[in-house]
């Protein structure tokens, strides 16, 4: 058995290297920064015959420990197990993702995100939505103020039952003619990413929806195997065999995607090599028909 679970070890996965005496704003950015650079948001378990667990201590071993990312449910798990473990003043949230070709909310909350209060102020920390959808630094809670990051503008907006959070980005160049219909693209703008309430969630409460999004077969995640790393310059993905390297270029308006496909062969090189991402069991790529947009 593998020691506690501990602050310094996650540390040094993320490579933070600064005092956490302050409990403030620029801490919390900083280290919601480096988790997103280098724990990848992933579903490989799924493809490895592997079961995904919402077990702290078995999160903590695989994401911390053993050179492996995760999906929401263990990624936000983790990254809130680290804040409550600092002192920050954090609360589990639920939110329920929109699905562009449905129109609407799924139906129950799939993915679990962070509370924290600052200075009385509140913020919306999420390290594990991935491509780009990943929010860099945290957001404050505010209605309909626009908040500049790297993948664009987002907003959260408060609609008196829920609070909704959308993303303006930018419209992708991509220089491989054979993937200029990718159905991996979104030409649309303005995209809403989910909704959520401020009721606090305990962890049992995404037990089923964590059995559910590994057994369900139209579950996207049993249909698709997904790795996305963010990097200084943009984003790294590997869904199904099709690798992409994004980069930001706001100054022109575009973000660039660099695709192409790859072999079996190459995958568990690829992994290692740009998502730091050691396989245990043998991965069987998949890349069936489901909405997805990187």
């Not at 310094?8 to 956490?20: A, L, N, P, T, V």
């Not at 994401?63 to 449910?73: D, E, I, P």
């Not at 139906?107 to 594990?128: P, Q």
Request: hydrophobic share 35%.
């Amino acid at each position: 058995m593998k020691g506690k679970m501990n602050l310094d070890e996650y540390f040094k996965r993320i490579g933070f290297h600064g005092s956490y005496d302050k409990l403030d704003l620029a801490t919390l950015k900083l280290i919601h920064r480096q988790h997103v650079m280098s724990i990848p948001f992933e579903n490989l378990s799924i493809h490895c015959g592997e079961k995904i667990t919402m077990d702290l201590e078995v999160i903590f071993n695989k994401m911390v420990r053993s050179s492996r990312g995760g999906w929401c449910l263990e990624n936000n798990s983790l990254f809130g197990w680290v804040l409550r473990q600092m002192g920050y003043d954090t609360t589990t949230l639920g939110s329920r993702v929109f699905s562009p070709t449905g129109g609407e909310y799924h139906s129950e909350e799939t993915h679990l995100i962070n509370k924290v209060i600052i200075d009385g102020k509140a913020y919306i920390a999420d390290v594990s939505f991935g491509v780009s959808l990943q929010l860099w630094e945290p957001l404050e809670l505010i209605s309909g103020k626009e908040q500049s990051q790297a993948a664009g503008v987002f907003r959260l907006i408060d609609k008196g039952d829920m609070w909704m959070l959308e993303k303006t980005g930018r419209k992708p160049e991509v220089p491989n003619p054979e993937f200029a219909k990718s159905s991996l693209l979104d030409k649309k703008q303005t995209q809403v990413i989910y909704s959520f309430t401020l009721e606090p969630r305990e962890p049992y409460h995404f037990s089923q929806v964590n059995h559910d999004l590994q057994s369900d077969p139209t579950s996207l995640f049993i249909n698709k195997s997904i790795c996305s790393l963010q990097t200084p310059t943009g984003f790294r993905a590997l869904v199904g065999w099709t690798y992409s390297e994004v980069t930001f270029k706001p100054e022109e308006g575009v973000d660039v995607y660099d695709m192409r496909n790859v072999t079996d062969d190459a995958l568990e090189e690829i992994l290692r090599e740009k998502f730091n991402v050691k396989l245990q069991n043998k991965l069987k790529a998949v890349n069936k028909k489901a909405c997805y947009t990187l």
